[in-house]
């Protein structure tokens, strides 16, 4: 199995209600791919950092495979929400992409 982990911050022109708007999409449009991608096990976001964080939100997904990662990456469903929820409201993004 391949985890595939990532962690926003928000862009900080937004105010907190645009910021819980913009989080709780990016949660819906992500988690939305569940049983749309081939090879996807798993998909969570984490909205609700404690206040130590130093980031926004989390995805936590799981794959199959790295191909199915790969793939995953350019699947139509997924390209479509990462420029229409995602990368136009993040100012930063870390990867970390593991087997497990």
Known sequence: MVKHVILWTLKEEYSAEEK?????????????LK??????????VNTEPLESS???????????SEE????????PKHVD????????????????DYEN
């Open 20 to 32: 819980a708007k913009i989080k709780a999409d990016i949660k819906a449009g992500l988690e939305g």
């Open 35 to 44: 049983g749309e991608i081939p090879g996807l096990i798993d998909i969570k």
């Open 54 to 64: 130093n980031c926004d939100l989390m995805l936590d997904s799981s794959f199959d």
């Open 68 to 75: 199915s990662l790969k793939g995953y990456a350019v699947h």
């Open 81 to 96: 929400v990462a420029n229409t929820k995602v990368r136009p409201f993040t100012a930063s993004r870390v990867c970390m």
